[in-house]
Every structure is written in structure tokens, then in C-alpha cells.
């Protein structure tokens, strides 16, 4: 799984985007509202890890998901 952090403009706020090793778009979130059912993905439990990833996570820079 990859993850990538898309900045917005104006009014439109920072997304996340969760892809799978084909880079196929399979989650949509805003960064300052984590995604709830994590469980989809195989990620239930890792909240906090994700959202220090997230704060951490440079703009337009694809990287694999290892948590």
C-alpha cells in the first residue's frame, strides 16, 4: 500500500490518498479528518500510527505505507 499527501488551495483543505501496489486509488480523506473504517484496508488499530505518518508526510510524494 502507498500513501500520498495532496495539498489544497483556498477553501479546499490537505487530502490523503490510500493506493495499492498497482497505485490504484482505493481511499480519499482529509488529512485533518482521519478515515473512520480503517478496518477496510487492513489498518484497524493503527490510528495514531497513520496520523503521525500524515503530520510527517511531505506534499506530492508518493511512499509505501509501512506500518
Do not use: S, T
Not at 490510500?18 to 482505493?26: A, G, P, S
Not at 484496508?41 to 493503527?46: D, I, N, P, V
Amino acid at each position: 500500500m502507498h500513501i500520498i499527501k495532496i495539498k489544497g488551495k483556498a477553501k479546499i483543505p490537505d487530502y490523503i490518498q490510500l493506493r495499492d501496489d498497482d497505485f490504484v486509488l482505493i481511499a480519499y480523506f482529509r488529512a485533518d479528518r482521519p478515515l473512520k473504517k480503517l478496518e477496510k484496508y487492513g489498518l484497524e488499530g493503527k490510528e495514531n500510527e497513520l496520523q503521525k505518518i500524515i503530520e510527517h508526510l511531505p506534499f506530492g510524494k508518493i511512499q509505501p505505507l509501512n506500518i
